[in-house]
């Protein structure tokens, strides 16, 4: 296996592991569940299909541009690989302790009990509670942020990073999709327990993913301080 095809899995294998367990479809989907009701299939095929959309729109721009936008503003990618990595390693800590779902989303689901929904309006909320902030937060956003900011400055290697990168958030959103298009099944397999134990290991991960990312931006700010020391 030559070099480019090890920084494209390993740029494809990052994005997922670094979203999906803030996004955590599978811990959502009963959260889904009880804000939807009973769905015939094909409306929840179209509304899973919206969600899952609306989710990679998202999380592309994150990953593409958000970068340059912090650029704009003055922040260096160092400042960015830090403070992104103490974010996305707190994020997986406190899924990795918390004995409850995110306090956003248990308020948005208890919400949306008021009354029932109409399939129409169901298709008008698709972005707003279910593609933000139910599934893509600001966890997430902050996540793809710092993976954007690890691109590299060749042009090949950009380019093959840059493609694996997309093809990581296309998986992740796919995994959206299944997970809300078939809800109902995943939530009678996994059980409360299977969840509970996917959750832990997804959070762990997360963590050492964080430290990693940070301590990559310290290295960094680390070097410029001493070069500029030595000069």
């Known amino acids: 296996m030559n070099l480019a095809m090890i920084v494209f899995f390993k740029a ?13 479809p599978i811990a959502i989907a009963p959260i889904y569940l009880s804000m939807t009701g009973p ?13 899952a959309i609306n989710c990679f729109f998202m999380l592309m721009g ?20 830090v403070a992104g990595g103490i974010v996305v390693g707190m994020a997986g800590w406190k899924l990795l302790n918390d004995q409850s ?10 919400s949306s009990h008021a009354g029932q929904w109409t399939k129409e309006e169901l298709q008008r909320r698709s972005f707003y509670p279910f593609s933000f902030p139910l599934t893509v937060g600001p966890g997430t956003i902050a996540a793809s942020v710092t993976i954007g900011t690890q691109m590299p400055h060749k042009p090949i290697d950009w380019l093959v990073t840059s493609l694996a990168s997309a093809l990581g958030v296309l998986a992740t959103t796919l995994v959206i999709y299944f997970c809300y298009r078939f809800a109902h099944k995943m939530e009678r397999f996994l059980g409360d327990v299977g969840g509970i134990v996917l959750l832990r290991l997804s959070a762990f991960i997360l963590v050492c993913l964080g430290i990693a990312i940070s301590w990559a931006g310290i290295s960094e700010l680390i070097k410029d301080l001493v070069t500029e020391l030595v000069s």
Request: charged letters at 20%; aromatic letters at 8%; zero cysteines.
């Open 12 to 24: 494809f294998l990052v994005v997922p592991v670094a979203m999906l367990p803030l996004v955590n």
């Open 39 to 51: 769905l015939d299939p094909v409306t929840a095929r179209r509304l899973a299909k919206r969600i």
């Open 62 to 81: 994150a990953v593409f541009v958000g970068s340059y936008v912090l650029d704009f503003f003055g922040i260096s990618i160092s400042i960015v690989r």
């Open 101 to 110: 779902q995110d306090k956003l989303r248990s308020s948005v689901a208890a």
